[in-house]
């Protein structure tokens, strides 16, 4: 690591519990410096993996933060993989451009892969940041601000009407919407199952995030007695001379069958006082229903934004975690700079069933690095496009369609909330 102005280098060792508020000081700061609410402070104090933390110190002063959270996440085939969720990624300003990033994200994937998780994950404040260190994007999301004055919902699926939309007060509900949040994980790559505690991010409610709307709300959907969905939501209220012109604010939605979903769509399509509905944050599926539900898509204004970052960490156990659509026999030329245990050929042989690869002395069919890999590897980015883009150099004539097909999913790929 480069030295700092005082000729020595900042120290890189795992956070202590009694450093935390002055780890985390400098991770706000990083930020902007606005201060968290206390409710805030306290949840991500109490979900911080003490022993998956790192700090870089300069004396009593700590300039460098980063951590890991331990996830499961669902890939292609609907298993649960072990995946590190790199987190609070910070570098003191006074110490940029010092070596002390690279020292962080070199020590972490030394960890990650000790600790026998194939998978790291982050999302990324700035994304340039990130790929010299082997992630890529690998999931998108659909943002939208929707004028409900003159966007309809229509063709809605059989049973909508059987559909019964009540309000509840968020808390009360929790465990019901929770119960419908983790039988979806296993049917979508990306999801992240909910680690105890992380149920309370969803009612995290501080004042200074509601830019003026109202206190978090939250609808059921029912049917028979059985929650089968939910939506948690905000309306910002607002009036102009020709009347009412409030925004209804989602935050989140889970539905366990079409009709659910189209009840709750329409219920938020709905509320009165209101003309607008915008969707944010984590923003919804790029294949969701709503999108052949309304009349007028344009005037949803639909924005397609990047979400989560993937880099294989032991590729070939990566590889082997998930399964194919279509059977792929393929070998991989791979590039890995930062992690080079994974450069070299790999066979990748796989279908809907399982999959195995290996290391050979085989001539390549595909090369690549591991960005295009991490980029494909839940299914939301085709190999054909990255090949298309110069990134993937197909050598075997054919090999290019038959593992783009493969690493393809039936739904897309969506990263439900952040960490």
């Known amino acids: 690591m480069a030295t700092d102005a005082t000729g020595s280098a900042p120290g890189l060792r795992v956070l202590r519990r009694d450093d935390w508020d002055k780890w985390y000081d400098t991770l706000i700061r990083g930020f902007g410096g606005v201060p968290e609410s206390t409710e805030e402070r306290e949840l991500w104090n109490s979900l911080t993996e003490i022993d998956r933390s790192l700090g870089a110190w300069d004396g009593d002063e700590c300039v460098g933060t980063a951590g890991v959270f331990s996830f499961r996440l669902t890939v292609p085939g609907g298993a649960s993989v072990p995946a590190a969720g790199v987190t609070m990624v910070s570098v003191a300003a006074t110490h940029r451009r010092r070596g002390v990033l690279t020292s962080m994200m070199r020590r972490q994937l030394d960890d990650v892969r000790a600790s026998g998780e194939p998978l790291a994950v982050l999302t990324a404040s700035e994304p340039a940041i990130y790929g010299r260190f082997g992630y890529e994007a690998a999931t998108f999301h659909l943002n939208a601000e929707i004028d409900t004055t003159r966007v309809r919902l229509t063709s809605l699926p059989a049973g909508t009407d059987d559909v019964r939309v009540r309000y509840a007060v968020p808390a009360d509900v929790l465990d019901s919407c929770e119960a419908v949040y983790a039988r979806l994980v296993p049917s979508r790559p990306g999801m992240l199952a909910r680690q105890p505690g992380w149920e309370r991010l969803e009612l995290l409610d501080p004042e200074s995030d509601r830019e003026g709307a109202s206190p978090l709300q939250c609808v059921l959907a029912e049917r028979d007695g059985e929650t089968v969905g939910y939506a948690r939501f905000r309306v910002k209220p607002d009036w102009d001379a020709a009347g009412p012109d409030g925004t209804v604010i989602l935050e989140s939605l889970a539905a366990l069958d079409p009709a659910a979903d189209a009840a709750l769509w329409r219920f938020l399509f709905g509320i009165d006082l209101t003309s607008s509905l915008v969707v944010r944050r984590r923003g919804r599926p790029v294949d969701e229903g709503w999108r052949h539900w309304v009349s007028d898509i344009r005037r949803c204004r639909p924005q397609l934004l990047d979400s989560l970052y ?48 290996e290391r050979t002395a085989d001539a390549a069919d595909l090369a690549l690095s591991i960005r295009e890999l991490g980029a494909a590897y839940l299914g939301g980015v085709s190999l054909a496009s990255l090949a298309a883009a110069g990134r993937v150099r197909e050598v075997r004539q054919g090999a290019l369609a038959e593992a783009s097909l493969g690493f393809g999913t039936a739904v897309a790929p969506w990263l439900p909330h952040g960490f």
């Open 310 to 357: 993937l880099r294989p960490v032991d590729l070939g156990a990566a590889l082997e975690a998930r399964t194919y659509q279509a059977p792929v026999d393929v070998v991989f030329e791979v590039e890995d700079a930062f992690c080079p245990w994974n450069s070299g050929r790999w066979r990748l042989s796989g279908d809907a069933k399982g999959a195995s690869c």
